[in-house]
């Protein structure tokens, strides 16, 4: 039985499985949010719980290891408002 693929969430640091997670992609550059999850370039993942997308947001973490880049606070705030409609509000990462 085959396991499925983990990532690290950029928010809370923990791992799990990347089908749980929202991926996070640099495309020429510019940080977006990968709703399919199929856009080439380095990835980043995020589960969509608020407390996982306000850890993020207000992260003082200098780079994103996962995407080799700096993400200012202002792109984070963008790509929460873009994954703000699609939170899990029912849930949390344990």
Do not use: W
């Not at 690290?8 to 020429?28: Q, Y």
């Amino acid at each position: 039985m085959a396991k499925s693929p983990e990532r690290t969430c950029v928010g809370c640091m923990k791992r799990d499985a990347k089908s749980a997670m929202l991926r996070i992609a640099v495309v020429n550059g510019r940080v977006e949010v990968d709703f399919e999850a199929r856009r080439a370039g380095r990835g980043g993942y995020l589960h969509p719980t608020p407390g996982c997308v306000e850890r993020f947001v207000g992260s003082k973490v200098k780079e994103f290891h996962a995407l080799r880049r700096k993400i200012e606070r202002r792109e984070r705030v963008q790509i929460a408002a873009a994954i703000e409609p699609r939170l899990d509000r029912s849930s949390e990462v344990e």
